[in-house]
Nanobody, 122 residues
Framework: QVQLVESGGGSVQAGGSLRLSCAVS????????LGWFRQAPGKEREFVAA????????WYAESVKGRFTMSGDVAKNTVFLQMNKLNLEDTAVYYC???????????????WGQGTQVTVSS
């Protein structure tokens, strides 16, 4: 049984940083593409970042490029999303997802975590 558990969310002031974690169980995270998505109130869930099968390549949404970084810890079977220079528009529930059915940036993955709230204030 594949499970994804996010953690690390919280409240931070604009300009601050947070690191989200996505702990994977039931398979190794590197066996499929793993993505991060977010959903702000009243908006659709959107792509944030993804890491390739094997972990050699990462992709980022334009809105977070240069500020967010994905990495993986094979020993912990956990993927991280380091978020720097956070702004108000980054406020959302963040989800990790595994095994995309189509493209890595599409909101169509087989497994999803429960989400973790990130709130950025001025």
């Amino acid at each position: 049984q594949v499970q994804l558990v996010e953690s690390g969310g919280g409240s931070v002031q604009a300009g601050g940083s947070l690191r989200l974690s996505c702990a994977v169980s039931g398979r190794t995270f590197s066996s499929y593409v793993l993505g991060w998505f977010r959903q702000a109130p009243g908006k659709e869930r959107e792509f944030v970042a993804a890491i390739s099968r094997g972990g050699g390549t990462t992709w980022y949404a334009e809105s977070v490029k240069g500020r967010f970084t994905m990495s993986g810890d094979v020993a912990k079977n956990t993927v991280f999303l380091q978020m720097n220079k956070l702004n108000l528009e980054d406020t959302a529930v963040y989800y990790c997802a595994h095994e995309p059915r189509r493209g890595y940036s599409l909101n169509d993955y087989k497994y999803w975590g429960q989400g973790t709230q990130v709130t950025v204030s001025s």
